[in-house]
């Protein structure tokens, strides 16, 4: 069976400080992957897909950048932390095969000081 | 880019029907409707979806409208761990899901 894990769970950082959030997918291949942030009582934003190695397309102009080194592996990344990069950040992976449901990782939790 | 209308909160008793209405006026031919629902602090977990007939699964079941402008997705029989905030969702192109804010139900015991 397929799982999804995305780590840490929270994480508090100074503003100015990098970030990097890791999720990674098994039990499926060449999955499409997908970052979200969902601000409080919000619903969530897209902002950044993949399709495949290396390809990665981003939905909001922002702070943060994404990376895919491997099939199954997805990177979230910034190099100075604002105070509005806070929120909850979610991962998610669906196949790529036909119209499917998509799988969420627990979320990262970031607060911002 | 096709949206989502849903109301931001509802209410039912534990044990009975709860409709959720979503209204998406702006649909295209080619959009599937996704019900996704969240509890506090948990990433979305998937419920159901459909393109134009009406779907049954063991969670639920969602009522798609003639027009394909609005649906309803349907809790039989609601109970307490059925509170979430869910989400009536277009499939934008092949990749992208489009979330709206999302419905807020509350079960009374």
């Known amino acids: 069976s397929q799982t999804i894990h995305q780590w840490p769970a929270t994480l508090v950082q100074p503003v100015g400080s990098p970030l990097s959030l890791e999720c990674t997918v098994e039990g499926t291949s060449n999955p499409n992957l997908y970052w979200y942030r969902q601000a409080a009582g919000r619903g969530l934003q897209l902002l950044f897909y993949s399709v495949g190695i290396g390809q990665i397309s981003s939905e909001v102009p922002q702070n943060l950048s994404a990376s895919r080194p491997q099939d199954r592996q997805f990177i979230l990344s910034s190099k100075k932390l604002l105070l509005s990069d806070s929120g909850f950040y979610l991962c998610?992976?669906?196949?790529?095969?036909?119209?499917?449901?998509?799988?969420f990782g627990q979320g990262t939790r970031l607060t911002v000081v | 880019d096709a949206k989502t209308t849903q109301p931001n909160s509802m209410e039912s008793n534990e044990e009975e029907p709860v409709h959720l209405p979503c209204n998406h006026s702006t649909i295209s031919g080619t959009d599937y409707i996704h019900w996704y629902r969240q509890l506090p602090s948990q990433g979305p977990e998937y419920v159901i979806h459909?393109?134009?007939?009406?779907v049954n699964n063991r969670m639920a079941s969602l009522a798609i409208a003639e027009d394909r402008k609005s649906s309803t997705l349907i809790l039989h029989r609601a109970t307490l761990r059925d509170a979430a905030v869910y989400y009536c969702?277009?499939?934008?192109?092949?990749?992208?899901?489009?979330w709206g804010a999302g419905t807020k139900l509350i079960i009374k015991p």
């Open positions: 998610a992976w669906r196949s790529d095969r036909g119209n499917t449901e998509a799988f």
């Open positions: 969702i277009l499939r934008d192109g092949d990749y992208q899901l489009i």
């Open positions: 459909g393109l134009t007939s009406n």
